[in-house]
């Protein structure tokens, strides 16, 4: 019962953080407002009793992805302070293609047998994902792996190319 | 050279944009309240990210009117003037102004007099240096660097208010002489004061010499070459650090500097680090003139006899000017029209303060007040180069190379 | 029964936090006086010892002054956030052997040191916060450094820990390695100190090695002196908190001691064994006074710890930006990849059974 309350008023939470970054007219408390979403999805995955992907979502998402962001618009900013416009161009075209979006996984969702069954698992989450990525999923890994060593190289070229 | 290139208000250094990014430079305000200035200076820079592309500086913040107000006092009295110049070591504005005021009258001082100057300057020098040394490493975070400095300063500073009665504001030198001889003690406090200070400027070393944090932060920083501080004008410890020997002391000997042994200290590279090595190693070679003229501190009168340059004792035994020829002295002395009176002409003395070449330019009409009084602060000069230096650099860069640079803002500003 | 024992357990580690905090800063300031040649504060209470209070009442007392042009939330927010490190960070930290059935640690969780990981990436955004909101560009100049630089160190400071995970597994049995920290002290109490390359001999220069990565990463992460980038006064006035007065300055100074109270029980707990020590702790003896000892033990690591990072502070000058950069990507990085590839292949040959 408690664990019902929790999970809603998680999810009330979240939703809610997630229409504050795209309503939010500062980009910087847009990106904030993300970084507050992100932990909340990671108690989400806590309350599904997967605390090392909750750990493991903070650290990556909120700690790296959203500085990492937070980097890029106050040093693209002119002066610090001043507000950057963020309201979308299109917000015709947005609200149907996301509403169509979100109806697309829940009917997804409600439309696989296999997710049904699927309990949380108490612990051990860790040892089956690393094994699950060297064996089963070894490909699409390396795959990832690849595509982000080319994105990296990609950056350093990018930066350096005012040196040379 | 700065001089071709226009200067800039920085309201319009703002509209300008370089590189094909389109990104503006960001212009940044240092000072003139800024805890890296040790002084009201101002800086504005213009940096791409962190790197200065451009800096104007902006100074009189701290003008005093210094030359003006001296030329509406007698010779005598500029030296309380003098006190207010450079505040790290004011015995050595009056020592170099009492010495050009004593070679515009073609005065020489007696031997005992030069030797006490000596020592008091060399002492100046040595507050000045340690100060300088230790503000350069606060600047750098090592604090307690400064504050160990500031421990010698303090003891310098009781030799100071033990031999002219105030801490800064020392007035000590008359035209012929000196306000009054050292106290009894001066000469065991000297001697308690090299042990002490080689003790403490050997822990300073101890500390910053090796220190591969120092070093990366000195090294290389806030360069400038042989060519580049001979034409800027610089001296001193700036000058002697690009390779260049040269030494008023040295060169122009005054106040028998000729008589002592010591070193010319020159460095190489022209950065911080080579500043710094010279300020250290002038330390000892300062410590080892002060050792020389103590030793042979000889006896005798401390002004010289002239009654009309200094006023003689009043009522002592055994002076020939004493008495009612004494009294009348003092009259005379102290009237308009009467005393310190060099002829017409003018003289310009250039002596080696602890910044540089600190000069004092006078011109007299003959009466007892200078027509002009003007002073070449080494501050000045030194600090005309600090653009070029931080190019390039960092802001980081900015902070060690303004305490390497040692600016007395009420030197600059006068 | 188990309710009184939680909140006895959060009532110790929030204890120690919030005590050794005061403690700390009046440490900060007696040692830096007595390396300075100075007297330091005496007038408030005996030896000055309530000092850090009077501090803290005059700082309440004081206006918290909100600049023209600042984002108002944001800018009070800031000092608010920079807690969350350290406090929630004490939650898995074990403080103490086993008394009874309970163990000495608030939560013990299977990702105990993942955990802290976490939670270490979501302090950062305190001080981003405070400097952006602060409308200054000596404070922005200040939090973007303090966040590159806490991102560049997370690396290492990642890397060291795995190190950690690693031998703590060289000689379980089981050979499964546990991010759980109150397992990696019992390894340390059974086996030998991390430090000294845990169970084996040839973990020996590792063990130094990830100790000092460690060390040095954890003063990178709290902005200690020199690696004070955020703060740097010289440069930037007061960095991230030029703007802040009052309490918001106050939690700011704060919480620095807090995450350095914090960074000092995990270089502890990671690499110093802990609250256990040799022929002192039992980790069997499950008794009170065993217990109390564990923690007494566990304490006098961390003063240790903390006067190493004030003694370090008082005595050793600043970096530059670009130089803190350098050191984290161009030594510190390849460094401890080569410390765990060596522990890794080393144990994967020596140790094969």
């Keep these: 019962m408690l664990a019902t309350v929790a999970v809603v008023v998680i999810a009330v939470v979240l939703i809610a953080t997630a229409v504050a970054v795209v309503v939010s007219d500062n980009l910087v408390h847009s990106v904030f407002w993300l970084a507050a979403m992100l932990i909340t999805t990671a108690l989400l995955y806590v309350m599904l ?31 610090p302070g001043s507000r950057v416009p963020s309201a979308s161009e299109a917000p015709g075209w947005a609200a149907p293609v996301a509403l169509g979006l979100g109806a697309t996984l829940l009917v997804a969702i409600w439309t696989t047998p296999e997710l049904a069954a699927l309990t949380p698992t108490p612990s051990g989450d860790a040892q089956k994902i690393g094994h699950m990525f060297l064996d089963r999923y070894l490909i699409a890994f390396e795959a990832l792996s690849v595509l982000l060593l080319a994105g990296m190289i990609g950056a350093i070229v990018l930066a350096r190319k005012g040196d040379a | 050279m700065a001089i071709d290139r226009p200067t800039r208000l920085p309201m319009e250094i703002e509209e300008q944009t370089e590189g094909d990014l389109g990104g503006k430079r960001m212009i ?164 308690a004061f090299l042990i002490t200070g080689r003790k403490t400027v050997r822990e300073m070393e101890n500390m910053l010499n090796t220190n591969r944090i120092f070093m990366d ?17 610089l001296t001193g410890p700036l000058l002697r650090a690009a390779g260049v020997p040269y030494d008023l002391r040295k060169n122009r000997p005054y106040l028998g500097y000729e008589k002592y042994d010591f070193e010319l200290v020159t460095e190489q590279e022209g950065d911080v680090w080579a500043r710094y090595r010279v300020r250290v190693r002038e330390l000892y070679e300062s410590m080892k003139i002060v050792e020389q003229a103590i030793e042979m501190l000889p006896e005798g009168p401390i002004n010289i006899g002239d009654p009309e340059v200094v006023i003689p004792h009043k009522n002592e035994k055994n002076n020939p000017q004493g008495g009612m020829e004494g009294l009348i002295y003092h009259f005379k002395n102290y009237m308009y029209g009467h005393g310190v009176q060099p002829s017409p002409g003018e003289v310009y003395l250039g002596t080696e303060a602890p910044n540089g070449e600190l000069g004092y330019y006078l011109v007299s009409d003959g009466t007892q007040k200078p027509w002009r009084w003007r002073v070449r602060p080494p501050s000045f000069y030194n600090y005309q180069a600090f653009p070029e230096m931080c190019k390039g650099g960092t802001i980081s860069d900015v902070v060690s190379g303004l305490s390497s640079l040692n600016i007395i803002a009420g030197e600059l500003d006068r | 029964m188990t309710w009184l024992w939680f909140f006895a357990k959060i ?7 919030f005590s050794l905090g005061p403690v700390c800063i009046m440490g900060d300031r007696k040692i830096s006086a007595w390396i300075q040649g100075r007297v330091g504060p005496n007038r408030v209470g005996p030896w000055g010892t309530f000092q850090p209070i009077a501090d803290i009442l005059k700082l309440m007392m004081k206006e918290v002054i909100v600049p023209d042009g600042v984002d108002k939330v944001l800018f009070l927010g800031g000092p608010l956030i920079v807690f969350i490190a350290p406090v929630f960070g004490y939650c898995v930290i074990p403080f103490g052997n086993q008394i009874g059935e309970e163990k000495l640690q608030v939560v013990n969780l299977d990702i105990g040191l993942l955990f802290i990981m976490s939670v270490l990436s979501v302090g950062v955004y305190g001080i981003t916060l405070g400097g952006w909101a602060s409308n200054n560009k000596f404070s922005l100049m200040g939090s973007l450094r303090a966040s590159a630089q806490l991102i560049s160190y997370e690396l290492t400071f990642g890397l060291t820990m795995l190190l950690v995970v690693m031998m703590s597994a060289s000689a379980d049995p089981l050979k499964s390695a546990s991010v759980d920290l ?172």
């Excluded at chain 3, 009532?11 to 936090?17: E, M, S, Y």
């Excluded at chain 3, 704060?254 to 502890?268: K, R």
């Design chain 3, 182 to 353: 109150s397992k990696i002290v019992l390894h340390q109490a059974e086996y030998g100190w991390n430090i000294f390359g845990g169970a084996t001999w040839w973990g020996l220069p590792s063990g130094l090695i990830g100790f000092v990565l460690l060390f040095t990463c954890a003063m990178a992460e709290n902005n200690r002196l020199p690696f004070d980038m955020a703060e740097c006064e010289a440069e930037l006035v007061g960095g991230y908190h030029t703007e802040y007065s009052g309490m918001g300055f106050a939690m700011y100074m704060f919480s620095e001691y807090c995450s350095m109270i914090l960074s000092a029980s995990l270089i502890v707990t990671l690499f110093l064994g802990g609250w256990s020590f040799p022929y002192l702790t039992d980790p069997a003896d499950h008794s009170f006074l065993a217990g109390v000892i564990s923690i007494g033990v566990f304490f006098t690591k961390i003063c240790i710890i903390l006067f190493l990072y004030i003694q370090l502070r008082w005595t050793l000058p600043r970096f530059r930006y670009d130089q803190v950069m350098s050191l984290g990507w161009k030594t510190f990085l390849p460094l401890a990849l080569v410390n765990i590839g060596y522990m890794a292949v080393i144990g994967v040959f020596l140790e094969k059974p």
């Design chain 2, 28 to 191: 940044v305000n240092f000072g003139p309240q800024h805890p890296a200035t040790h002084g009201t200076l101002r800086s504005i820079m213009e940096v791409d990210g962190e790197v200065i592309k451009h800096m104007d500086l902006e100074i009189g913040f701290l003008h005093s009117g210094f030359e003006k107000i001296s030329e509406a006092r007698t010779y005598n009295q500029t030296v309380v003037v003098s006190d207010r110049m450079n505040y790290l070591s004011p015995l050595c504005n009056n020592i170099g102004l009492s010495c050009a005021i004593e070679k515009m009258m073609g005065i020489e001082v007696t031997p005992r007099c030069a030797a006490i100057r000596v020592i008091l300057y060399e002492l100046s020098r040595i507050a000045d240096h340690i100060v300088c040394v230790g503000l350069q490493a606060m600047d750098l975070g090592a604090f307690s660097m400064m504050l160990w400095a500031f421990i010698e300063r303090e003891r310098l500073y009781d030799i100071f208010e033990n031999v002219t009665g105030a801490r800064l504001t020392t007035s000590y030198t008359r035209v012929g002489g000196l306000m009054r001889d050292v106290p009894h003690d001066f000469k065991d406090q000297v001697k």
């Design chain 3, 11 to 17: 009532g110790v580690a929030l204890g120690i936090i």
């Design chain 2, 217 to 233: 932060r000195c090294k290389g920083i806030n360069k400038i070459g042989k060519a580049d501080a001979i034409s800027y004008g």
């Design chain 1, 49 to 79: 009793e997967a605390p090392f992907l909750a750990a493991i979502q903070v650290m990556l998402y909120t700690g790296g992805v959203i500085t990492m962001m937070l980097f890029g618009v106050m040093l693209t900013q002119r002066d």
